[in-house]
């Protein structure tokens, strides 16, 4: 076998479980994050963890500010969060993290902001997730100039997504979605377009005759 630290993998349920692992900072890989304890005020605090990779955050009462912490992460490739009990999240206190290339947002709140910002600073991302129970409001455009992989699971398409040329895979879970908003959303994706997933959005037969080109 080969040696490796039992704190490579950590998960935290307290502040008190936080401040445990960051004795051991150096040796973080992952981190998972569980519960109201890690909220926006918790997270601006974040330790510095120079070789963590990846962060979850599973019931984060997130509103926006806290993301600014996570420029305490300099080398975090995959953030996942699973949010609670927001109406609001604004994203524009999201640091730039050049090597960010999954993003995950589930329980998404009713109201975007900072999205302009949220571009720049998550423009390395190649493969995102977005996940609510209604379809949210947002103050700008998502367009994502390196993103290859788009998952929505909403009960429709969201029209401030802007689907770039780079798109290689389109996941759609919409189930209040038309043929309309899906063959509007097709139209944007690029002929070079490999995989596309409609599992529970009510699409017609006509609609699928159409995927041909």
Known sequence: GVRFSIHARSAC??????????????????????????????????????????????????????????????????????????SRLDLAALPHLPRLEVLSLTGMPSELAGVAAFVTAAASVTELSLAAAT??????????????????????IPPWITIPPTL?????????????????????????????GLRGTPVSDRLLAELAR
């Open 13 to 86: 349920w307290t502040a008190d479980d936080l401040e445990d692992v960051e004795q051991h900072a150096a040796k973080v890989w992952s981190l998972d994050l569980h519960g109201r304890s890690f909220d926006d005020a918790r997270l601006a605090a974040l330790p510095h963890f120079a070789a963590l990779e990846i962060l979850e955050l599973h019931g984060a009462p997130l509103t926006g500010p806290g993301l600014a912490g996570l420029a305490s992460l300099p080398s975090l490739r995959v953030l996942r969060v699973r949010l609670a009990d927001a």
């Open 135 to 156: 379809v949210p409001r947002a103050d700008g455009s998502l367009r994502l100039p390196a993103l290859e992989q788009l998952t929505v699971e909403m009960p429709r």
């Open 168 to 196: 290689r895979r389109l996941t759609v879970h919409a189930s209040a979605a038309t043929d309309d908003d899906v063959r509007h959303a097709l139209a944007a994706c690029p002929d070079r377009l490999e995989t596309l």
